[in-house]
């Protein structure tokens, strides 16, 4: 294993390599429609975008992160990510930071979490004077080369999962979310290797929850979608592995979204936008206190409260619940729920754009 993936769980700051929890079976309950039912052709996603609707423009962001995660690393990191970022755009081996500290932080968690082709190709070196050194594993022409096929495959996803121009945060976390349920495998096979991350799992089609929710954060991200990552251990006796999912910003209020357990149930809702209470009761019996949110760097003080808890039950009427189409211009959701005999409803997203 290389060296920076020993420092990195030395540090405790990937707490989830040796697997994750596999999915449960769905509870047998009948999601609750918020509003008017209607019965709708069971269409796909992909043939609902409306031909009038303006294609996304979306942009590639070599720097991205969310408002999450840096507010829990602070400024002091996230100016030396920005710096270590542009010292990589232009082709530099060294970068300004305020401290060793903000060194390690940057080289071994945050490129992890939002610059992962550049995490899979870069080392850290050393830190003297203000000035943080690292090295390419590759040759720079090659390593060029894989930024360039990495923003093609990006861009590529984003411009493939259905987002419209002028789509809510909503609606991004949810086209991604199917996306990634719809296109990639959980291989609990890879868990072993030393190169795990959103990179390997975008590039070879499928891995583990660590893997998966790196990825739709990543994702997200790109998209100005604000996320982060979450993780912990299960109360129940039959589960041996922490699991990690992911913690999404809507309008300021937080909630659960598991892509890793959405993977293989086809077009399922139940593991979108869930609270605290489901996450345990529902989905795994994660308990909320036993959970670490956006990263382990505050739960150093024992006294640390997350601000990142999901105690908004909203959505929790998805549970048994499978997508069918999105409207984009009435801003429409509709999804059929357990033991609706076929029935569609209809949730109105308004309030979320």
Known sequence: ????KLVAAAMSLILLMTGCSNVKDQKESVGTSVS?????????????????????????KELVTSDM????????IYQA???????????????????????NWVMYHYIRHYSPCVDQFVEPSYFEDGVGHFYYTIPEDEFRQKLADWEVMVTDIINNCGIQEDDSDFEKALLIYLYIADHYSYDISVRDRDDLGAYRFLTEDGGICYEISLAYTYLLAQVGVDSAVAWGPSDDPETTDEHEWVILNLNGTY?????????????????FLFSDDSRYYNYGEYAAEN???????????????SPYMCNDDTFDFFQCSTFIELDHENNILYYMSCGTAGATDGFDFSDYT
């Open 1 to 4: 294993m290389k060296k920076k």
């Open 36 to 60: 008017s039912s209607a019965v709708v052709e069971d269409t796909k996603m992909t043939d609902s975008v409306k031909a009038s609707s303006e294609p996304y423009n979306f942009e590639f």
């Open 69 to 76: 995660y840096r507010d829990v690393m602070g400024e002091d």
């Open 81 to 103: 990510y920005v710096n270590f970022t542009d010292a990589v755009m232009n082709g530099e081996t060294e970068f300004e930071c305020s401290c060793e500290d903000s060194f």
């Open 255 to 271: 909630y659960n979204v598991d892509p890793t357990w959405a993977i293989g149930n086809y077009e399922t809702l139940d593991y």
């Open 291 to 305: 959970t670490t949110r956006v990263s382990t760097k505050p739960y150093v003080d024992p006294d640390y409260v």
